[in-house]
């Protein structure tokens, strides 16, 4: 994960620099769509992990939640 920032902001400090060839727009974008696609895994996956409590000590965790993390169990 580390080199795939460590390109992202290559290209980045580039493109102030000059301007970036169509090859390195492309691997700019596809290396931005991983990145995004990494993170939102990452953060789906401990949004599963949280359980919602009220004052009383009943859980109210969404059931939106509740399903994605029995769908992540399953992976």
Do not use: C, H, W
């Not at 301007?19 to 990494?38: C, D, G």
């Amino acid at each position: 994960m580390s080199s795939l920032i460590d390109e992202i902001n290559r290209l980045a400090r580039l493109s102030r620099e000059r301007s970036l060839t169509i090859q390195e727009k492309k691997r700019q974008a596809e290396l931005r769509q991983k990145y995004l696609k990494n993170f939102r895994s990452r953060f789906k996956k401990q949004l599963a992990q949280i359980t919602v409590v009220d004052p009383t000590g009943k859980d109210i965790t969404p059931k939106k939640v509740k399903r994605l993390r029995k769908s992540s169990n399953q992976e």
